[in-house]
């Protein structure tokens, strides 16, 4: 069974730093994209940031280009996404989630969500002073 189970959320201020971690168990993340999501309140998910687990192409979100960071430890089957310069805009439940490898990266996830058909629970990034 694909299970996914983040961490590392909290409360910063702005300009401060997290970073989520994504544990997989039930499959080999090396075989997947995965992807990381947002949802702040009032508004849809979005992607913010997702990596091809084979080859390690990435996507960023426009607004979190050069502050986020997406990595992957196959060994660990975890991927992280590291967040820098974090600002209150960036509040919200993240989200990591699997897909099979069907489309360019940046193609799942900018606009194909529905092909991530394994959640986590979520956790949730409060940015503010």
């Known amino acids: 069974q694909l299970q996914l189970v983040e961490s590392g959320g909290g409360l910063v201020q702005p300009g401060g730093s997290l970073r989520l971690s994504c544990a997989a168990s039930?499959?080999?993340?090396?075989?997947?994209?995965i992807g990381w999501f947002r949802q702040a309140p009032g508004k849809e998910r979005e992607g913010v940031s997702c990596i091809n687990s084979r080859d390690s192409s990435t996507y960023y979100e426009d607004s979190v280009k050069g502050r986020f960071t997406i990595s992957r430890d196959n060994a660990k089957n975890t991927v992280y996404l590291q967040m820098n310069s974090l600002k209150p805009e960036d509040t919200g439940v993240y989200y990591c989630?699997?897909?099979?490898?069907?489309?360019?990266?940046?193609?799942?996830?900018?606009?194909?969500?529905?092909?991530?058909?394994?959640w986590g629970q979520g956790t949730q990034v409060t940015v503010s002073s």
């Open positions: 039930g499959f080999t993340l090396q075989d997947y994209a």
């Open positions: 989630a699997a897909a099979g490898l069907t489309f360019p990266i940046v193609t799942m996830c900018s606009s194909h969500r529905f092909l991530f058909r394994a």
